[in-house]
């Protein structure tokens, strides 16, 4: 949205709005085994940060949840890290998404909570988002379970973040807390090429430019998945390559317990898988979804009954 305002531009540097960015080093592994550091081949831009291909680490947004410190400090700490390869040569997960945050916060001069609810949240009437469970609804937040050592699953005895009181850190890359509903509401959006409801978030050309696949020439897919990504969404690029059911140029993401969306603009259709499994050791599950779904489409005038 910012990008179609003119905000700011895919091949701007970061540093342009976060300057600790500027003087950033990248840590090279000698044959020996020793590190050493060099200066960065180019910039991080923003095109980097949203296809995770700036060399970024996942170092301290996990944990950061819990310092009462905001995104500011994050970037401040985050920045004395080095990275971990040259911008722009492979796709690494990283916390591309709790900076590209900061980066809304700086540009719109609101906290990322605030711009998320004028901006996004309120105009697609997703009510039961935002980065804590307020009190009147805390009966529905769901419980997080795991595998114990009999490989039965059981609730989980820590949780990650609780999800209960506002955190300081309002983290981009997975801060919010949202109901099925509500996400459903925003895959709805995106395959509606960002309209749901006669409201317009972005342009059909923009959605169309988020869901190709942008790894550099020649990246090979990323595994375990055997996909490309895009800006914040993979994309499947092939079904060979996929080796799965699906079309060509659907996209989406998961979760790390086990949530799943995937967004098919050629069937015009959303699946969606919601879990609450970490670590999420079902991977057969998805598979199975996507054949039961997909094998229930059939050509025009046909029918499966």
Known sequence: MLYEELALSLQDPVHRFLPEFAGLKVAVTEPNGATRLEPPRRDITIHDLLTHTGGLSYALAQEFGNTGRDSAAFITAFCKEPLLGHPGEKWRYSSSNDVLGRVIEVISGQPLDIFLEEQILRPLDMRDTGFFVPPDKRDRFTVL????????IVRRQTE????????????GGAGLVSSTADYLRF???????????GTRLLSPKTVELMRQDHLPPGHLAIEPFKFGYGYGVSVVRSLTEKQNIGSVGEFGW??????????????????????????ARMPMIDH????????AIVGPGESML
Not at 145 to 152: F, G, I, L, Q, S
Not at 160 to 171: G, V
Not at 256 to 279: H, R, Y
């Open 145 to 152: 379970y795991e595998h114990n050592a009999d490989a039965r």
């Open 160 to 171: 990650d973040r609780p999800y209960l009181e506002k955190p300081a850190f309002l983290s």
């Open 254 to 279: 998961g979760g790390a317990a086990g949530t799943n969306a995937w967004i098919d603009p050629q069937e015009n259709m959303i699946s969606m898988v919601m879990f609450q499994l970490k670590p």
């Open 288 to 295: 199975r979804v996507k054949v039961a779904l997909t094998q």
């Open 187 to 197: 895959c709805l959006m995106l395959l509606g090429g960002g309209t749901l409801d």
